[in-house]
């Protein structure tokens, strides 16, 4: 079974400052996808970004980037030059041939930005 | 209209109730999805059609029941709900269902509250 953990319920960041919202996953599948999604109070969820675990490089989409650690399998979000638009549900989600390639999800991390 | 959108946005019902959740997308995609949000858990993936044929069902109340009429249109419809399943019902699309990548495009979701 595969699973994803984010352990921030919640955390504040200053505006224009970088923040880091963890992630950490558990498969046993050599193949997977690591995604994470936005979702503001409005409800929809937005895809951001996505890394693939044979991709060498880390995934990078404007602000956001995936600092990805296979080894310690890690795939953390880091939002630069926080924007007060980012305050919003985060969640991290992984999809392998193991779950039948459906999208398992962390719990989410509540970020909130401060002006 | 372009994406994901849901029908309705918000529904309030009593337990002896029944009603249905709309879902339309306009991505040409394959595949759709039915997820529950409740509080403080991570999304549950309910139910999963590919090319119209339901392929997964994660032991979901027969309370709920999916169709899905054409690769463009889902629906759940809901009976004798009760007040747990008050949640945020989440409709997603994508391409197809193999592959770790397989970005899934969510609607706006409805806030269901049973009462």
């Known amino acids: 079974a595969q699973k994803i953990t984010q352990t921030q319920p919640g955390m504040f960041v200053q505006e224009k400052e970088a923040v880091t919202l963890d992630c950490t996953y558990d498969t046993s599948d050599q193949s997977y996808g690591l995604f994470w999604y936005k979702q503001p109070s409005s409800g929809e969820m937005i895809f951001l970004i996505y890394?693939?675990?044979?991709?060498?490089q880390n995934a990078t989409e404007g602000r956001y980037s995936l600092n990805f650690q296979k080894a310690r399998k890690s795939a953390n979000l880091v939002i630069s030059a926080s924007q007060l638009g980012d305050s919003a549900m985060y969640f991290c989600?992984?999809?392998?041939?193991?779950?039948?390639?459906?999208?398992?999800f962390g719990g989410g991390t509540r970020l909130m930005v401060k002006p | 209209e372009t994406g994901v959108t849901q029908t309705p946005r918000h529904l309030v019902m009593g337990m002896t109730n029944k009603k249905s959740l709309k879902c339309e997308q306009h991505l040409g995609h394959n595949a759709m999805y039915w997820y529950k949000q409740s509080a403080k858990k991570p999304l549950e993936l309910m139910f999963v059609?590919?090319?119209?044929?339901?392929?997964e069902n994660n032991s979901v109340p027969s309370r709920f029941s999916p169709e899905c009429p054409n690769s463009s249109h889902l629906f759940l419809h809901l009976h004798t709900l009760q007040p747990e399943d008050s949640a945020l019902y989440l409709c997603a699309s994508s391409q197809g269902i193999r592959g770790p990548y397989n970005e899934q495009f969510f609607g706006p979701g409805t806030r269901l509250t049973v009462l």
């Open positions: 989600a992984m999809r392998s041939a193991n779950a039948g390639n459906m999208l398992t």
């Open positions: 059609y590919s090319l119209e044929e339901r392929v």
């Open positions: 890394q693939g675990s044979y991709d060498e």
